[in-house]
């Protein structure tokens, strides 16, 4: 689902084997909300994943928690960035875009794995964009966040951003499988290994 005035992606996952699904990224308005509980009963939403604090990314999360009581999980580096959204909005000149930062009930650190049904989602910890932005994967796909686009890389001039460690975070992600399907923050579905290949921002791993 791609939502709210700044077009980010909203994705929800489901285990093929029980039907359990998760919601990674809420972005910041009710429309995937009210589209999610549209599909009830026949999703079973057990979580919300977020990849970071931003308010295009975790604006909705009150809203989304109020619909679906399930626990939520965030980057645990990413906390003083979560912590900001009362006052987000006022960065981008819009103070009506500040929101409650909703409830998050386990923080995630590197390498960590979360169980959903009987898919393994593994969490690997990517900042630059943000303090903690991080990755959820399993042997086929992988949600970046903000971290990787088709042709580009998260911007690291907003608040908390670091361009050092976005490069660390870069060449780390660059290291897991070539055939992960790519699912960013924004944009279209790429894979890991065009992105090595082609992406113009990632010429520092290809010299």
Not at 82 to 93: A, R
Request: hydrophobic letters at 35%; charged letters at 15%; one cysteine or more.
């Amino acid at each position: 689902m791609t939502v709210g005035a700044f077009s980010v992606n909203t994705y929800l996952v489901q285990d093929k084997a029980t039907g359990q699904a998760a919601v990674i990224d809420t972005g910041e308005t009710i429309e995937q909300t009210e589209y999610l509980l549209s599909l009830q009963p026949s999703v079973d939403i057990r979580m919300i994943l977020l990849t970071h604090g931003h308010l295009d990314h975790a604006g909705a999360l009150t809203q989304l928690q109020q619909a679906f009581d399930v626990d939520t999980y965030l980057p645990r580096l990413e906390k003083p960035l979560f912590d900001t959204l009362p006052q987000q909005g006022d960065w981008f000149g819009a103070p009506h875009m500040n929101r409650p930062c909703g409830r998050i009930d386990h923080w995630l650190d590197d390498g960590d794995t979360i169980q959903l049904g009987e898919t393994t989602l593994h969490f690997i910890s990517t900042p630059g964009h943000t303090p903690g932005q991080g990755c959820y994967y399993d042997e086929t796909d992988i949600f970046v966040g903000d971290t990787l686009f088709a042709g580009s890389v998260g911007r690291t001039d907003l608040p908390m951003g670091n361009a050092a460690l976005m490069q660390q975070s870069l060449r780390k992600l660059m290291q897991l499988p070539g055939h992960l399907r790519v699912h960013s923050g924004h944009g279209p579905v790429t894979t890991l290994a065009q992105e090595r290949q082609s992406n113009p921002f990632l010429t520092f791993l290809r010299q």
